[in-house]
């Protein structure tokens, strides 16, 4: 079952897009394997999904579940203000404790 | 002198606001956009407002607004001590909202390099849905408020206006000045 459901908004096959999806991919790969479920959504294909989602940029990711929506815009090459932004925390310390966030990602 | 005399110059789309295309001589520069700035409540939105409503009632011609501040919401229900249905021309494809409003509590993070071309696809998509002539952009420093004032989001709004010229629709740009006779912000696009 998963737990995470992330929606990255791409225009376009481009450069940037790919670099979005790769990142997006690995980083829930590292943190949430087997409990996210991540869709890819191009903008030029479905604009009215654009429109409903009310997107300004891309590449944008919407982290739908868990709550609160949070979304990230760019191309994700920032991987701390991801893991920031979409609340991920690592799987392993379920408690109160943050401290687990410091070391979560070594992506460079 | 009539505004007939200036015709040479840049052909006009007549907006049909009262009194406007006289002052204008004969309306605003067909195909082109044009920076409309005012203080705070100087009545930017309700005149944006105004070119879409009366090219509606007065032209028959459909229109696309973007609205980077108020919501769709608010400006359907503000603008209706007007008598403008905006509701109704939206259901007859009179009127279409492309909405880039901030979502209220949604924190939204940066990270990595971005650019504007969803909204350019969603403006495209209302443009080709409703077949505009008209289009109001409401207003410049929503976007700035909500991405920041870098020369990303500057160079990526000079793309959006070009491409609007090749759309062929008359528009209105509004921007914020803080105070009467003073630079706006948006004067910042044509250094770009």
Not at chain 2, 32 to 38: A, D, E
Not at chain 2, 81 to 102: H, M
Request: hydrophobic share 35%; charged share 25%; glycine share 6%.
């Amino acid at each position: 079952m998963s737990k995470y459901l992330l929606k990255l908004y791409v225009t376009g096959q481009t450069p940037r897009s790919y670099r979005a999806i790769e990142n997006l991919r690995r980083l829930c790969e590292e943190e949430l394997r087997g409990q996210y479920e991540m869709h890819v959504i191009d903008v030029l294909e479905r604009p009215q999904l654009a429109e409903d989602e009310k997107i300004l940029a891309t590449p944008t990711v919407v982290k739908e579940l868990p709550a609160p929506i949070r979304r990230i815009i760019g191309d994700l090459s920032d991987a701390e203000k991801v893991l920031l932004g979409l609340d991920l925390q690592p799987y392993a310390p379920i408690s109160d404790d943050s401290s687990g966030k410091e070391e979560s990602v070594d992506l460079a | 002198m009539t505004w007939h005399n200036q015709r040479s110059a840049v052909a006009k789309l007549p907006t049909e606001v009262p009194g406007f295309d006289l002052i204008s001589y004969g309306g605003l520069p067909e195909g082109r956009s044009t920076l409309l700035s005012g203080t705070s409540g100087s009545a930017k939105t309700v005149f944006a407002c105004q070119f879409l409503a009366e090219g509606i009632r007065r032209r028959d011609e459909a229109g696309v607004f973007v609205t980077f501040e108020e919501s769709p919401q608010a400006i359907r229900k503000n603008m209706e001590g007007f008598n403008w249905d905006i509701s109704r021309w939206e259901q007859d494809s009179k009127w279409a909202f492309v909405d880039v409003s901030p979502h209220p509590g949604q924190e939204t993070i940066i990270s990595g390099s971005y650019d504007l071309s969803a909204l350019l696809v969603r403006i495209e998509n209302a443009v080709k849905k409703t077949g505009a002539r008209r289009m109001s952009l409401d207003s410049l420093g929503g976007v700035f408020a909500q991405l920041g004032e870098s020369n990303l989001v500057r160079n990526e709004l000079f793309r959006i206006v070009s491409a609007l010229k090749e759309m062929r629709v008359t528009s209105i740009i509004t921007a914020e000045r803080t105070e009467e006779y003073a630079r706006c912000r948006a004067t910042a696009l044509r250094n770009s």
